[in-house]
């Protein structure tokens, strides 16, 4: 069996991250993850940008292997305003990058926000800080701080009757930590909110169902997926983080069927996945292996950490081998799809990403981009690479030279 890996990639922010490109080739890294965070959401993506930014991830010996985000305009999402423009700039965007030989590209189509938690420095038994989305806390900003209109709607009594309580003890300073936490945007994240704003953007969702989100999604398919195909390029939607509805927000890129009935409406292989187990994992009716069995030839992009469920539907990230997934028969279903792939001479290559990571040992004193801080996720790829080079070798792959 011929040499195949998941080249191994790391997320960097641009010339303002706090790790370097130097330091995240130590890591073990080969592949850049990165957009260009400067630029407006909607923008043209102009080659000489893309270019500058090429040069300066070369310059230190690593290639630029993904886009993670092209970022979706709201408009798009609500299929309003000026949509059409957006697309328009969206798929010259593609073919830009397309021309500079970038031909991975990771979005999501979640409305309002992107990723979220309620607690940035959870304390783990180990001593470090790791992400937490906890349900009473959510409900406790929902209901009692942002005073969302018939936001009690949405919780189970017991969860409120929770919130309420934590809610009668909350300090000042606690409620600011906490509406900042969710409302401020996390790493990546394209906007941030104040709690006026906020509301205002959720009042322009008010009218759109979760089928009619879900139609918006398939015609900006319809429109950039062709584009992509025609440059030999691959988009990977990013699966609503976490799986379910926020804030009254519709949420359509959940589940396993959420994706099959995409990839079925618009059947071309550049319609992909980026596979986030973290993400996906936060539900226990997702099958991660048999996501990867049923639908792996969608999966273009991998995203793998790990979360600790917890019965209410909060979670905390554990670190990448524990947690409530089982990552070696993940890694074992992701290695057995790309033998699948090369044995049936399909695209083979799936960059690997370590996701997030704890904040631990000397990041512990340093200001870090939530999630992304360097040491953490050293300890996360070198776990996964270790697990990746165990099951190969396992399996018949010979040593490289
Ligand atoms: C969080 C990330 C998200 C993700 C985007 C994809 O860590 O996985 O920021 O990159 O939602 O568009």
């Known amino acids: 069996m011929s040499e195949l890996h998941f080249e191994p990639t790391w997320r960097w922010f641009g010339p303002k991250d706090p790790v370097s490109l130097a330091h995240i080739r130590q890591a073990g890294a080969t592949g850049i993850v990165t957009a260009l965070h400067q630029l407006p959401n909607g923008a043209v993506w102009e080659m000489a940008d893309i270019q500058a930014r090429k040069a300066e991830i070369e310059a230190a010996g690593l290639r630029w292997s993904v886009v993670e985000s092209v970022p979706v305009h709201e408009d798009i999402k609500r299929r309003q305003g000026e949509y059409r423009r957006w697309i328009r700039h969206y798929q010259q965007s593609l073919r830009h990058l397309a021309a500079c030989g970038i031909r991975t590209v990771c979005y999501n189509f979640m409305p ?74 996390l790493p990546g994240a394209e906007e941030s909110w104040t709690p006026a704003d906020f509301q205002q953007a959720l009042a322009g969702y008010a009218q759109l169902p979760a ?35 926020l804030f009254g927000l519709p949420r359509v890129v959940s589940t396993e069927a959420d994706y099959r009935l995409l990839f079925e409406a618009v059947p071309q292989a550049a319609n992909g996945m980026c596979f986030c187990t973290g993400s996906l994992g936060a539900r226990p009716d997702n099958d991660l292996p048999g996501i990867v069995q049923r639908l792996g030839a969608r999966i273009h992009f991998l995203h793998l950490r790990n979360i600790q469920r917890e019965s209410d539907g909060s979670f905390f990230e554990a670190n990448h081998l524990e947690g409530s997934s089982d990552m070696f028969e993940v890694m074992l279903a992701l290695v057995q799809e790309q033998e699948r792939r090369q044995a049936s001479g399909e695209r083979v290559d799936m960059p690997l990403r370590p996701d997030h990571g704890h904040q631990m040992l000397d990041d512990l004193g340093k200001t870090t981009n939530p999630g992304y801080s360097a040491i953490g996720r050293l300890r996360g790829l070198a776990e996964l690479r270790g697990l990746e080079m165990g099951l190969r070798r396992m399996r018949g792959v010979e040593k490289p030279k």
């Open 112 to 185: 309002v926000l992107d990723w979220t938690r309620t607690d940035l420095r959870y304390p783990v038994a180990d001593g470090s800080l790791a992400l937490r989305f906890d349900l009473t806390d959510l409900a406790l900003f929902d209901v009692f701080l942002l005073k969302r209109k018939n936001a009690a709607l949405d919780y189970a009594p017991e969860t409120l009757a929770e919130a309420e309580n934590k809610f009668d003890c909350l300090d000042g300073e606690a409620a600011a930590r906490l509406t900042r936490t969710i409302l401020a945007g």
């Open 211 to 245: 089928a009619q989100l879900r139609d918006n999604l398939l015609l900006f398919l319809q429109e950039v997926v062709p584009v992509a195909d025609a440059e030999g390029m691959v988009l990977t939607l990013h699966p609503d983080d976490p799986p379910r509805p």
